[in-house]
């Protein structure tokens, strides 16, 4: 008889695995979109994005002022994340102008070794072999992507590429930080306040760069409907990515998201298939099929238990077992609920809360 324990297990499990893919898809759509702007001459990168900044900071920062809540971290902390997050989007689209396609998908997989030792060195996550057995599964199915384009012959040259594999490598690490902030600013503190305060700063970092690199761009800009759409498309989007993202890494990880980003480009070649009615090689099937056996991989396996400490808000210590990349929502309440009572020193200065108790 299954347990309880092990039917919720489960649950989860394929909650991962489906959001994964909601996501990736989602990454899909902003590609798409992007590539139609880039066919029209349009190419403002941080404009696209300002947009879904602009949208994070009024859904969720309106939710924030409505509860009148004090934040739960510090605002610099959500500066520095927002930061980052924009510079990392301009500068992977940057690189499309100066590198291959190839290069960077295969260039872009560094974001996976960048999360894998961030989360290993400061949120103490723990990998066993199976995880890393997942992961290899899932990083040569991509490598069969791109070696499945060059025996394509589907491979243009770049007017600098040694520039464009630089900025891939750049922003790809930009993403890898990002991602465990954002992961360890969920797990710690709330979702709808992480969201708010990332649309805001991101919207803040995003004008002033706006204002400096893609003013004259945007005033030749002849907004017609083609061009209004996919912008429209792009921003929203990129809002169910980025409201969708906290939920995935507070179940699964920021491994689990990046691995499940890899089948982006599979879900690209399904709608070149059935959209376009374009022809693609028989490799890309075995590639699509090589990231959903390492994500069913990774996913499985039990946790290990360890004890470790994390370093909440306020520079308390929250005791407890050290996070592995799977952790059971319980061990989270665990954790907690020990920040909870850490913080009860001082209740005049507002209460510690976190999602699993919010959304529970």
Not at 11 to 16: A, M, T
């Amino acid at each position: 008889m299954v347990s309880f324990d092990g039917l919720m297990g489960s649950k989860r499990v394929l909650l991962g695995l489906g959001l994964g893919q909601f996501v990736s898809l989602l990454i899909t759509t902003t590609g798409f979109s992007s590539s139609e702007l880039s066919r029209r001459g349009i190419a403002v990168p941080t404009s696209q994005s300002f947009l879904n900044y602009v949208l994070l900071a009024i859904v969720y920062g309106g939710y924030m002022i409505y509860r009148r809540r004090p934040l739960q971290m510090k605002w610099y902390y959500y500066l520095i994340l927002g930061l980052v997050d924009v510079e990392a989007n301009f500068l992977v689209v940057k690189a499309y102008q100066y590198t291959p396609l190839t290069s960077v998908m295969l260039l872009d997989c560094w974001s996976i070794p960048s999360v894998i030792f961030l989360t290993w060195m400061f949120l103490k996550t723990k990998y066993r072999f199976r995880k890393f057995a997942g992961i290899a599964i899932c990083v040569t199915g991509l490598v069969l992507v791109v070696f499945s384009d060059v025996h394509a012959g589907d491979r243009a040259g770049g007017s600098n590429p040694v520039k464009g594999d630089m900025l891939v490598l750049a922003g790809a690490t930009l993403y890898a930080v990002s991602n465990v902030s954002e992961e360890f600013l969920v797990k710690n503190g709330d979702r709808v306040e992480v969201m708010g305060m990332l649309g805001l700063f991101g919207a803040v970092v995003g004008a002033c760069q706006i204002s400096i690199f893609e003013r004259n761009a945007l005033k030749s800009i002849h907004w017609t409907a083609g061009a209004v759409l996919p912008f429209l498309g792009y921003a929203i989007a990129m809002f169910m990515f980025y409201s969708t993202v906290p939920v995935l890494l507070k179940l699964s990880g920021s491994t689990m998201l990046n691995l499940s980003l890899l089948t982006s480009d599979m879900w690209a070649v399904l709608i070149r298939i059935f959209a376009y009615h374009e022809k693609v090689d028989w490799i890309y099937f075995v590639a699509f099929a090589a990231v959903g056996v390492g994500l069913v991989i990774y996913s499985g396996g039990k946790n290990e238990d360890n004890t470790g400490t994390l370093t909440g808000e306020g520079g308390g210590n929250i005791e407890g077992k050290e996070r592995d990349e799977e952790a059971p929502q319980d061990r989270l309440a665990e954790i907690s609920n020990s920040c909870r009572n850490s913080s009860s020193r001082d209740e005049g200065k507002g209460h510690y809360y976190s999602l699993v108790s919010e959304e529970r």
